[in-house]
């Protein structure tokens, strides 16, 4: 890992121990009202415990929200002045690659806003009634796009924090199969075998450990094999990591289709969005949504585009 | 060697340098100059693999910079103002370039802070510009880089300081052939350090030669005429200044046939004047106006 990396690391572990702090500061004085009205021990360390969770939950959040934080400081840097050393640093950080898919990365977090927003709006008693045909299309594309931005988000991110792309590949991909595969596997494995006491214990007590080091509450048997199946793509994606060069790595193939799949996803979605916003205040025939589609799709591209070459 | 071979770089539609090349060859000193907004930190930025040619390629010793960390591991680079992370200090910086540049010698930084003596404990929004310069010179010196690229380099630094960093880069030069290219306003030390200079005009070169090609090329001509002349329709002359009967006239294009042509206009007297290298800029600018 280089120096550059490292700061911002820094960076992080600085922010992300002041919203710790700060979070723990809130939590004793929830556990301190909680415990002023609570009548008996149970209720006291049920208020414990409860809270405690509370605070592991709210870390998990302060860690993903530090690295969001830390992204944009690396891009304010990389926007002023700073930019132009960071720049011309003889460290692996492919640019052109990275400013193009984070550049679109910006763009998918605006839509969603704005999806969120338009979500929230459609959802609202003015349109209880009616629009069903688009409100079953929202939310099929929705939730395919929050999906894909979530994967993606992951991937990038980590890359950009941590610099270790293949590492950051590997890591949604290895959540999304092997979720997968834990819970068809474990669903679908004979009831023998799932009761074996042998296989009990090892997964109970690695699900303990689990639990111990993730701060996290009751992990089920599904989600013990889950991390259980991660690591060896982990392990694989670190060793792949030390052999690589990523000098060239903006060239590569897998990441050449990041950026048509950000333009052609995000203009569909924007599309998607306005023509949803567009009929939620009048009715129109086929002609006129297929026009209004078009336009929006191309002003989708367009601001995409935009951000692209502001980045670029 | 550093070579800049027809570069283009456009902002949208706008062509801030425009075909321009250049050829810096080992142990030498070239010199960019020209007015605000020619491109000049812009052919830089290109140079230290900032920006990507729209058009053309900068290569060092043959390999190009763009992306390529194991050449710009051979650049070091001094902007025209401080770029570092503000809130570091000068030691923070120095374990910073340490973790970055294998090169890096820490005991060369520290011979040259013998000299230049920064505060290390002191952060780098608390020094001010002449000293952000000072530890951009040094940090980049003890890289030991095989080509150094200095945008404005005694830019806020006191004379005792510009003669330090003169000297300096002609102890890199001399004693490890370095190869350096260096933009600056200050047109007399360019004038003593550079070997070779490059005029830029519009994001174009305007000049490229020697410092003495340049000064032998552009010549300021004192001529006394006996009665009011018109020299407008006199190719090769950029400007022409006219007190009583003298006129100074500048010229790019100093030959034999001028010469006739200003005696048959009626020069009673002409005398070559020698030029420095900021009059000649001041000229050639005053001609682009």
């Known amino acids: ?312 | 060697m550093i070579e800049i071979k027809d570069l283009t770089k456009c902002y949208g539609s706008f062509k801030a340098v425009d075909n321009v090349s250049i050829t810096v060859p080992k142990g030498t000193i070239h010199g960019i100059i020209g007015e605000n907004g020619v491109g000049k930190t812009t052919i830089i930025h290109c140079v230290t693999g900032v920006y990507k040619p729209n058009e053309g390629v900068v290569l060092i010793d043959g390999e190009d910079v763009y992306d390529n960390p194991k050449i710009k591991a051979r650049i070091g680079y001094v902007a025209d103002s401080n770029s570092y992370f503000p809130t570091y200090r000068v030691k923070d910086m120095v374990k910073f370039y340490k973790g970055i540049y294998q090169s890096f010698d820490e005991e060369s930084f520290n011979e040259l802070n013998a000299v230049f003596a920064l505060p290390e404990d002191r952060r780098i929004n608390q020094l001010s510009k002449g000293m952000q310069m000072r530890l951009a010179l040094m940090l980049n010196i003890a890289i030991k880089p095989d080509v150094l690229v200095l945008d404005e380099p005694t830019s806020g630094l006191d004379a005792l300081a510009k003669k330090q960093v003169t000297d300096l880069l002609i102890k890199e030069v001399a004693e490890r052939e370095c190869t350096i290219l260096i933009s600056s306003h200050h047109l007399s030390e360019l004038e003593k350090l550079c070997d070779d200079i490059t005029m830029l005009q519009n994001g174009k070169v305007k000049y490229q030669s020697s410092v003495e090609g340049i000064k032998a090329k552009v010549k300021k001509l004192q001529a006394v005429f006996s009665s009011p002349v018109d020299l407008s329709d006199v190719e090769g002359i950029l400007n022409v200044e006219q007190i009583g009967s003298i006129y100074h006239i500048i010229t790019d294009n100093y030959t034999q046939a001028l010469e006739r042509q200003l005696y048959a206009k009626g020069a009673d007297i002409l005398e070559e004047i020698g030029m420095s290298l900021e009059e000649i800029f001041i000229y050639s600018s005053k001609e682009q106006r």
Not at chain 1, 175 to 191: D, R
């Open chain 1, 1 to 312: 890992m280089n120096s550059l990396y490292k700061n911002y690391i820094k960076n992080s572990l600085i922010l992300m121990g002041g919203a710790s702090l700060f979070s723990i500061f809130l939590n004793i004085m929830d556990i301190m009202s909680e415990r002023a009205s609570a009548v008996n021990g149970q209720e006291k360390w049920t208020s414990y415990m409860t809270e405690w969770s509370q605070w592991a939950g709210t870390i998990f959040i302060i860690i993903f929200a530090a690295i969001g934080l830390n992204t944009f400081l690396h891009y304010k840097d990389v926007n002023k002045k700073t930019g132009v050393f960071i720049k011309q640093l003889p460290v692996k950080y492919g640019n052109d690659f990275l400013f193009k898919t984070i550049s679109s990365l910006i763009f998918i977090g605006v839509t969603l806003t704005v999806l969120c927003v338009i979500g929230w709006v459609m959802y609202s008693p003015y349109f209880a009634e009616g629009e069903n045909y688009f409100k079953q299309m929202w939310d099929t594309a929705y939730m395919t796009f929050a999906v894909m931005v979530l994967f993606y988000s992951i991937g990038l991110l980590s890359q950009q924090i941590i610099g270790i792309p293949i590492l950051a590949i590997a890591a949604p991909f290895a959540a999304f199969f092997g979720m997968l595969g834990s819970f068809i596997g474990y669903e679908s494995m004979p009831y023998a075998i799932r009761e074996l006491p042998i296989f009990r214990i090892a997964i109970d007590l690695l699900g303990k450990f689990f639990e111990l080091i993730c701060f996290y509450g009751k992990i089920y048997p599904e989600e013990t094999l889950f991390i259980i199946w991660s690591i060896p793509f982990f392990v694989l994606a670190a060793i792949l990591n030390s052999k690589i060069d990523y000098s060239n790595m903006g060239k590569l193939f897998l990441f050449r289709w990041c950026r048509p799949v950000a333009y052609v996803i995000g203009s569909t979605m924007f599309a998607f969005s306005m023509q949803v916003v567009v009929n939620g205040f009048e009715t129109r025939g086929t002609a006129a949504i297929i026009i209004t589609f078009i336009l929006s799709w191309l002003a989708g591209f367009k601001i995409i585009q935009y951000f692209v070459r502001r980045f670029d």
